[in-house]
Each structure stands twice: as C-alpha cells, then as structure tokens.
C-alpha cells in the first residue's frame, strides 16, 4: 500500500467548531488531494495541492481551506463546520497530475452535529 | 460537461459470471479514463486504467472496453467471485489538468 496516513480517522464534533484533518505520505509524491465522498454524488475533489505551498481549488472548495507547508503533510481545515460538511475525507497523492495514478488513504469519517 | 455518469447504481451477480459497469461522459478533451475498487472502510484503490488511442484494455480478469465515438467506456469483469464485491467507480481526467471526475459509483455484489 502507498504510504498514506490520515488522521484522525474518526472524529465527532458540534457545528462552528474548527476541524484539521491531517494527510501524511511517505511517498515523496508532488501531487495531494482531498476528496470528499457523500452517498449519490461518488468522490468530490475538495482541494489540491501540486507543491509545497502550491494549492488550488477542486469543485466543492467552499468552507474549506488547506497548507501544506512540507512535502508529506496536507491539512484541511474547516474554519467553522456545518452539518453539510459530514462525509467522508479521503487523501489521495500522486507523483504528477495529468492522468497519474492517484493513491488514496483509508479515509476520515467526520460527523459535525 | 465535467460529469461522468455511472450505471447501474447497484448490481447483484451470481460467482463464475459476468459483471458490467457503463460509465459515459459529455467533454471529448478527457483522455484518461480509470476504474477504482472500494471496499467498505477503505479508499479507493486503482483497478484499472485506459487511454482513448486503444478500444479495450484487459488485466486480468478485468476489462475496460471503451468507445470513443459513443463516449462511453466499461468495465467487464469476468468469472466475477465474491471477494468482487466493492464499490466501482469509473472515473475520467484531461490532459495537463490534475483533477479526477467521478462517477456516482456501482455497488457490486456477487453470491456464490
């Protein structure tokens, strides 16, 4: 398996609290990912990152924001949660975009009550 | 234009035959076309992948059949058994961009 670590993988919090979500590769990959995965609508990429403090914004980018302020470590913050933001978060990486093949991480399961 | 659509949303199969999955797009400038596997609690994980420039890709026990003119491309998988059960998606990417669409997924189940 690609090594990828997301942390946490569970977390339960209340809504307007702030939320880091951590991805950590050992890859050395340039490219990362965040995803998110609701029932009906497959993976949405959320933002992605094609370098150190290189970032840009995928289809469903609103209230979230991210850093990556080292090669292995992508965080994605959500400033103030929403009960629309419970999903699944899934990190993916890959060593170049165009078409390389994306590995992903096992996912973190985020409920905002 | 940036969807790909995915179908059927579910799919139950008897063990030794054949499952299908269609996905279909609208933007003719998406030139990679990959399938990932999901199973329950884990990410997605590359089955397999096809470029436009060849009509059918096997590995396996896994094929991608791909149609340009139709815009549409499948995924075959052959003898299917019950450790084939997983979630399917199909997704799509154009040239020079670093963004996967996916589709809705197929959710394969295979009884013995």
């Known amino acids: 398996d690609a090594g990828i670590t997301q942390s946490p993988r569970h977390k339960v919090t209340e809504t307007g609290t702030p939320v880091t979500l951590r991805c950590h590769q050992t890859e050395n990959h340039r490219y990362m990912y965040w995803y998110r995965q609701d029932p009906g609508h497959g993976l949405r990429l959320i933002h992605y990152?094609?370098?150190?403090?290189?970032?840009d914004k995928g289809e469903v980018s609103d209230g979230y924001s991210v850093s990556r302020s080292k090669t292995e470590d992508f965080l994605l913050t959500l400033e103030s949660a929403t009960s629309s933001q419970t999903s699944v978060y899934f990190c993916?990486?890959?060593?170049?975009?165009?078409?390389?093949?994306?590995?992903f991480g096992d996912g973190t399961r985020l409920s905002i009550l | 234009q940036q969807q790909v659509k995915q179908s059927p949303q579910s799919l139950i199969v008897q063990k030794g035959g054949i499952s299908i999955i269609n996905c279909a797009y609208e933007?003719?400038?998406?030139?990679?076309f990959p399938w990932y596997q999901q199973f329950p609690g884990k990410g997605p994980a590359l089955l397999i992948a096809?470029?436009?420039?060849?009509s059918e890709k096997k590995e396996g026990r896994f094929t991608i059949s791909f149609n340009k003119s139709a815009k549409q491309f499948s995924l075959h998988i052959m003898d299917s058994q019950p450790g084939d059960s997983a979630t399917y998606f199909c997704?799509?990417?154009?040239?020079?961009?670093?963004?996967?669409?996916f589709g809705t997924g197929t959710r394969l189940q295979v009884f013995p």
């Open positions: 990152s094609y370098g150190v403090k290189d970032t």
């Open positions: 933007n003719t400038a998406f030139d990679y």
């Open positions: 993916a990486i890959s060593p170049s975009g165009d078409g390389q093949p994306q590995h």
């Open positions: 997704a799509a990417s154009m040239r020079n961009t670093d963004k996967l669409i």
């Open positions: 096809i470029r436009p420039d060849v």
